[in-house]
């Protein structure tokens, strides 16, 4: 402990250039995460070196988006040293909890497909898998959201602003990436033709690394994320031209590329920056994949066995055609065994079958900025589509006639012709890969028989399942200590590297002294919550009520509104007396809306309206509360997780792809509301569908209804509860003197056919809500309940998922020596 105090002190005043006696929080949180990162960067060193003695097998995840949150709390807990640090800080006169609020969370995400990203790399450092995640590293995170008026407002999320002691910026190491330019064609020396793209601009890509430990065994990997630094500086051409206002900007112009995250999730940007910033980011990537591959091979032909790509969804998919660019262009080397480098390379995983998430880029726009790169995305498909007439004629033409042939080319082809001709970035990622996985059984279910049906037809090995997972250092240990502790004391802790540990917590799951100690942890979690929201939103909550929380990205699909009219039918029930066994509970909603989706901007301000009317009724309020969250993040989801006792996870059945929250929540305790969606199914699988409430129509049934011609009138003439709320709603209940506020949301529910089914499943959902209000008056068994979901959730973990990564699509092996310290 003396170590780390010296330590923090020297940081403080070397390091930050700071009089150690002024005692500022930011000062000594800087100077403590400065004291780790010391700690982890020798075994990081190490780590790396392992790696080429070993000629270990590498993994590159690439992703557009991670969600790293906080990094202290974490990184002192993998390191074993929570204790010292705690006891340490407090010598110094401070509180390890309050520093630890200091730090900014890293928000280089939008939400569960940047968080997994996270959760895996985590997953990787601690099963010594040696693993890179690859990213950009945006000057601006997902925006900070604050509510006005019962509206979401964005603020810019500067969150480097005070700098960051985690990240090592490497401005030596450079890579360029080129944009625009021609392709010019010669003749090798065996007449082939080449190619090679030149001219075009410039810009460079700066690595920031940051360092990922493991649990406890030394083994830290890296998240390198690229930073857009302009050449200008470089050029001197630039400055003797005596522009020198016109360089400098120019310089700024370039430097925007890694400038702001894009905020929205599952509704296509189609802009030009997020191209460029795709691009910069892989191409960057590759090269270093490539020089680090070169250092110790000169056959490309060895790459696959070397190294295995990872595609986070279709955003990094230009990887294929970059990859093939180099191969052929640079390496000179043939088509087909290019080709074959690639496929045995790549592997893509699927996030969502939204059809307004499927990514594609016009082809005027890639002929323009990447020529070369759409020049080989023909080629790519030309050879796919010959391919695919070859396969179709060899078999039996029974079912292929050629009119089909056709149809079937144009489905499958990579360009598609209308609106406006285009690249379908899906097709691109399934064709250059090898493996093609989705999130959750069901999920890839649906991939096979819907989406992707003809490529499941033409390739029946490559579309496989990897249900999701998180960790459970951060999202168990480090997010709930109360509870974590009560279950080593009885079972240890190797819980945290083996989660599957848990199941030997079912029998005290009938051990009322368990139970009491159990809830006496959650009751810890609660207060922590009441104490934050009293601090930030100056609300007073009820800890004895239930805590109902819906917290994730606000989408249609995702069906806030369901919920919100489950809390109208509270509320009139409460209102006009009919509620007299209504269970007390507070109803929590926190999320952000993509800024250019006006429909879910208007269900926010929704929420809160309903929320403003509630809280002020002192008819109801003693019974129902609703709370929203504003700035919904990693950190938040830390407090608020441990703190609920169920879980809203009432996703339209089929279109939420996994969910990860679902399993965070049922982890620390809570019991879980949900349709059967994603992997919600599977977790009812493994705890036994009537430890949840699951309720609604199945995907099946949806289908069905669907084309049967479904009529939301039907149930809104059929129900009175359902027609008050909606009623309430589109009237100014809710908006006093602004009429016609929330009618956009009714309209789209009872006119605009009611896409996601919300009146289809509003009355069985009050039925399963009422069940859950039931059983939280039998505290005895609502804790038997919540601890054998707790016990039964080792499956979600992201090592288990990591695991089967490495050994079905990466072949790679854990490295010997680091598993265990
Ligand atoms: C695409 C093009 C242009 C701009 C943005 C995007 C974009 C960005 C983010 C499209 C989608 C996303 C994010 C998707 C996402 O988070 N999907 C979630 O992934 C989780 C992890 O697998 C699943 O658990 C969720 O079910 C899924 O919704």
Redesign the pocket.
């Known amino acids: 402990m003396e170590g780390l105090k010296k330590d923090v002190i020297r940081h403080v005043v070397s390091s930050l250039g700071s009089d150690y006696a002024s005692k500022s929080a930011y000062n000594y949180y800087n100077a403590l995460a400065l004291a780790v990162r010391d700690r982890l960067i020798d075994n990081w060193i190490k780590t790396q070196r392992s790696y080429y003695d070993e000629k270990a097998k590498r993994v590159y995840y690439l992703s557009?988006?991670y969600l790293p949150g906080k990094s202290l709390m974490n990184n002192l807990h993998c390191l074993g040293i929570y204790e010292t640090a705690r006891k340490a800080m407090s010598d110094l006169g401070f509180s390890l909890e309050d520093l630890a609020e200091q730090e900014w969370d890293a928000g280089l995400g939008?939400?569960?497909?940047?968080?997994?990203a996270s959760c895996f790399l985590d997953s990787m450092a601690t099963l010594g898998i040696p693993g890179y995640g690859y990213g950009i590293r945006y000057d601006y995170g997902i925006f900070h959201q604050v509510i006005e008026d019962g509206k979401q407002v964005e603020q810019a999320d500067n969150w480097m602003r005070v700098g960051n002691p985690w990240a090592y910026e490497r401005g030596q190491h450079l890579f360029p990436v080129r944009f625009f330019g021609e392709v010019k064609n010669w003749t090798d020396e065996y007449g082939r033709l080449r190619h090679t793209w030149t001219a075009g601009d410039t810009v460079l890509a700066m690595p920031c690394d940051m360092l990922v430990p493991g649990w406890d065994n030394h083994h830290v990997i890296n998240m390198r994320l690229w930073s857009a630094r302009s050449d200008v500086e470089f050029d001197l051409d630039f400055f003797n031209t005596g522009n020198y206002l016109g360089a400098v900007e120019e310089k700024i112009f370039d430097e925007k590329i890694s400038k702001v995250l894009?905020p929205?999730?599952?509704?296509?940007?189609?802009r030009e920056l997020?191209l460029k910033q795709q691009y910069f980011f892989v191409t960057a990537t590759i090269q270093d994949i490539l020089r680090r591959f070169r250092k110790k091979h000169q056959d490309m032909t060895e790459l696959p066995q070397s190294v295995a790509i990872q595609l986070n969804?279709t955003?990094p998919a230009i990887a294929i055609a970059e990859l093939m660019r180099i191969l052929l262009d640079e390496d000179l080397l043939d088509w087909e065994v290019a080709w074959d480098i690639c496929v045995s390379t790549f592997a893509y995983?699927n996030?969502?079958i939204l059809p307004e998430?499927l990514?594609t880029w016009p082809v005027s726009l890639l002929e323009r900025m990447l020529p070369r790169h759409m020049q080989i995305i023909y080629e790519i498909n030309a050879r796919f589509l010959r391919e695919v007439e070859r396969v179709a004629r060899s078999e039996d033409c029974g079912q292929l006639c050629h009119r089909d042939l056709d149809h079937l080319k144009q489905r499958v082809s990579l360009i598609q012709e209308r609106p406006i001709k285009s690249v379908r970035m899906a097709h691109l990622a399934i064709i250059g890969s090898h493996s093609v996985n989705g999130?959750?059984a069901l999920h890839t279910e649906l991939l096979k028989a819907r989406v992707f049906d003809d490529f499941q037809r033409l390739y029946p090995q490559k579309i496989n399942n990897k249900t999701?997972g998180v960790t459970p250092r951060r999202w168990l240990w480090s997010a709930n200590q109360p509870l974590s502790r009560l279950i080593a004391s009885h079972i240890g802790t190797g819980f945290v590297r083996n989660l599957d540990e848990l199941t030997q917590l079912e029998p005290l799951a009938a051990d009322p002294a368990f139970r009491e100690a159990w809830r006496a942890a959650k009751l810890e979690n609660k207060q922590r919550l009441q104490a934050y929201i009293k601090r930030k939103l100056m609300r007073e909550l009820h800890t004895e009520h239930l805590f109902d929380v819906h917290i994730k990205?606000i989408h249609e699909y995702k069906r806030q509104v369901l919920n919100l009219l489950h809390v109208v039918t509270a509320y009139n029930r409460l209102r006009h007396g009919q509620a007299a066994d209504f269970t007390p509970r507070t109803v929590f909603f926190g999320g952000k809306a993509a800024p250019s989706y006006f429909m879910a901007k208007r269900i926010i301000h929704a929420i809160n309206a309903v929320a403003a009317t509630v809280n002020a009724d002192s008819r109801v309020n003693d019974k129902l509360q609703v709370v929203y969250l504003p700035n919904y993040c990693v950190s938040q989801a830390e407090r608020v997780i441990p703190a609920t006792e169920l879980s809203e996870q009432i996703s339209t059945a089929g279109m939420?792809?996994?969910?990860?929250g679902n399993m965070k929540f049922a982890l620390n305790g809570a019991l879980t509301i949900g349709t059967w969606d994603?992997?919600t199914i599977e977790m009812a699988q493994a705890i036994g569908p009537e430890l949840l409430f699951i309720f609604g129509m199945r995907e099946d049934e949806l289908v069905s209804l669907r084309q049967h011609g479904y009529n939301p009138m039907l149930y809104y003439h059929g129900d009175e509860e359902l027609r008050e709320a909606l009623d309430m709603l589109r009237s100014d209940a809710f908006s006093p003197g602004q009429h016609g506020l929330f009618a956009p949301l009714v309209d789209n529910l009872l006119h605009g056919g009611d896409r996601f089914f919300v009146l289809a499943d509003y009355r069985q959902y009050l039925g399963a809500q009422q069940d859950v209000g039931r059983l939280y008056l039998d505290q005895e068994e609502w804790t038997r309940r919540s601890i054998l979901n707790a016990a039964r959730m080792g499956f979600f973990s992201s090592d288990r998922a990591i695991s089967q990564y490495a050994r079905e699509i990466w072949d790679v092996a854990p490295m010997a020596g680091l598993q265990n310290g």
């Open positions: 557009l988006e939008n939400g569960g497909l940047g968080r997994l894009y929205s999730d599952q509704i296509e940007e189609g997020r969804d955003h995983t996030h969502t998430a990514e999130v959750a999701n990205r939420e792809a996994s969910g990860t994603g992997a």
